[in-house]
């Protein structure tokens, strides 16, 4: 048989890949179902089942199109893809509708643990009431653990009378313990609508001064590398590639040490800073603890970080406007001034637009900045826990699924990573629309 010519063999070859990855995983997902109760087989026993069932299959399927055989170096990039890409969009989705937390997160409650005192098939009798060992009322289909040494199993209560449990199925080992499991549910737009009647102290703030932040990050940012840029251009200038090495260093360095270095600097009480300005008779500046201040400092450092790629993207922008042009316009009489608004700036104006736009887009959602420079604070009356003044969109989402309920306030912070999709997507159409940018694609 021969391979389909075009984008049909593409998305065919695709197709039956995708296919024997998905076939390979629900079996071994569905055997791992099927075994654990009675075996306690570990989750790495879903890869094992999986690569068992998709090498003979891979020889099967390449028996009956042998000339997808030559797309099989695809698997292990598509493998990651399902795996680390489109997993965790898929769960994040998923997540976002539920009421996934430290409280409800699918584990045994060890402190309800009871002993079993007898056991009949699936009727079992408890140590203590049921209500009070378990804590629940009713208990009719509450999720449970049933374990032993070396054994575990789950199921649900059908019936719950003083001290006697029945279970919707009889455990295959002799039960020694038994536990409710805080298992989350499907709560539809609950959080969605948490997150709009918070939004005056979250959403609203956050969102306008995310806005702010890359705006402003970028204004900065392309104003500083624009004039740099045009300074280091000139071929006159002595000593040029030892400013442009000088000028980079803060974007060759680490960003992560920059920002720890940047904190201690600012620091209010024992930073160089501050120390400096004390010599001049200035007042100390509560750089990161005056909600203000924080912001101001935030620009600042992201200033320090990402002029040089502006810098850069500056002067190899300037490096093809050729020399004819300033040397018609000086014939002309024109000025350096009216070189600089009448040729230099409309031809930086077409390359620099994408690079600007991928500039907001990334700091947009430039998170490190944030959290390790101010970890979102300073605290700020009237706002959450989780969305203090520097915060930003995706610092709220992450403050709030690994600090708020237990530390694992998943589904919420699923719920506001969905918005913050939303929002992206929107302002990105909003900036292609008013630049033009997609307008040559089309």
């Not at 840029?229 to 803060?250: E, Q």
């Amino acid at each position: 048989m021969r391979h389909p010519p075009g984008l049909k063999g593409f998305l065919l070859a695709l197709a039956l890949l995708l296919g024997l990855l998905l076939l390979s995983t629900g079996v071994g997902l569905l055997a791992y179902l099927l075994l654990e109760p009675h075996l306690a087989l570990p989750g790495w026993t879903i890869l094992v089942v999986a690569l068992l069932v998709m090498v003979p299959g891979a020889v099967a399927v390449g028996r009956l199109f042998p000339w997808l055989t030559d797309w099989y170096y695809f698997l292990p990039a598509l493998a990651f893809l399902l795996v680390f890409t489109l997993y965790p969009i898929g769960l994040t989705v998923y997540l976002a509708f539920t009421d996934y937390s430290g409280q409800r997160n699918n584990l045994p409650d060890r402190s309800t643990e009871t002993a079993v005192v007898k056991q009949e098939g699936p009727r079992l009798l408890l140590e203590e009431p049921v209500a009070e060992a378990l804590r629940c009322d009713p208990c009719q289909g509450e999720p449970v653990e049933v374990y032993a040494e070396g054994h575990r199993m789950r199921a649900r209560i059908v019936e719950a009378k003083g001290a006697e449990i029945l279970l919707d199925r009889a455990p295959p080992f002799k039960a020694e313990f038994v536990a409710k499991v805080n298992a989350f549910r499907f709560v539809g737009l609950k959080n969605f609508a948490f997150i709009l009647s918070q939004a005056n102290q979250a959403l609203f703030p956050v969102f306008l001064w995310n806005v702010v932040f890359a705006s402003s990050t970028v204004l900065l940012n392309a104003l500083l590398g624009l004039i740099l840029g045009l300074i280091l251009n000139n071929k006159g200038l002595k000593l040029r590639n030892f400013y442009r090495t000088l000028l980079i260093v803060s974007w060759a360095l680490p960003g992560v040490i920059t920002v720890q270095v940047w904190v201690a600097l600012l620091n209010y009480n024992f930073g160089a800073i501050n120390r400096l300005l004390g010599v001049l008779g200035i007042y100390p500046i509560p750089w990161l603890n005056d909600p203000d201040w924080a912001k101001v400092a935030i620009l600042l450092v992201n200033l320090w970080l990402g002029f040089p790629y502006m810098m850069t993207a500056t002067l190899g922008a300037l490096s093809t406007i050729p020399d004819e042009l300033y040397e018609a316009a000086k014939v002309d009489g024109a000025t350096p001034w009216q070189a600089l608004w009448g040729i230099t700036l409309p031809l930086l104006e077409k390359p620099m637009v994408p690079i600007l736009l991928s500039s907001f887009a990334f700091n947009f959602n430039n998170f490190y900045i944030i959290y390790l420079l101010t970890a979102g604070g300073p605290a700020q009356e009237g706002r959450l826990a989780t969305a203090q003044a520097t915060d930003i969109l995706i610092s709220w989402a992450y403050k709030t699924a690994f600090s708020a309920e237990g530390q694992s306030a998943y589904g919420l912070g699923a719920a506001i990573s969905l918005v913050i999709f939303a929002i992206t997507v929107a302002i990105s159409l909003v900036n292609f629309r008013v630049t033009g940018a997609l307008r040559e694609v089309k």
